[in-house]
């Protein structure tokens, strides 16, 4: 079994910064074989999607609503995948999900991922 692990949440105001990691084991042999992504779910609504990273890291996607903002990226010596972000708005408050897909093609879908770590909170106030 893969296992991931998210920390970094916390309570940040308006328009501050705050870095998410995350770090896989077990099942993982070498993270850079994964795509690895990020998601976030708000209180009432639904899992979205909020950045990947695709295998060797070779490309980044994010969503509209966090571009420019978030930055993700890999680092395989410590198999960790991080996400910066900045400019943070209250409406980015959520718990935060790191995932993994084998296939690394690290698409938008959360259905495409097939381990999930067990998410961080990142509260935002204004």
């Known amino acids: 079994q893969v296992q991931l692990q998210a920390c970094g949440g916390g309570l940040v105001q308006a328009g501050g910064s705050l870095r998410l990691s995350c770090a896989a084991s077990g099942g993982i042999s070498r993270m850079s074989m994964y795509g690895m992504g990020w998601f976030r779910q708000a209180p009432g609504k639904e899992r979205e999607f909020v950045a990947a990273?695709?295998?060797?890291?070779?490309?980044?996607r994010y969503a509209d609503s966090v571009k420019g903002r978030f930055t993700i990226s890999s680092d395989y010596v410590h198999n960790t995948v991080n996400l910066q972000m900045s400019s943070l708005k209250p409406e980015d408050t959520a718990v935060y999900y790191c995932?993994?897909?084998?296939?690394?093609?690290?698409?938008?879908?959360?259905?495409?991922?097939?381990?999930w770590g067990q998410g961080t909170l990142v509260t935002v106030s204004s």
């Open positions: 995932a993994a897909d084998p296939k690394g093609w690290a698409l938008s879908s959360a259905g495409s991922y097939d381990y």
């Open positions: 990273i695709t295998r060797f890291g070779s490309s980044t």
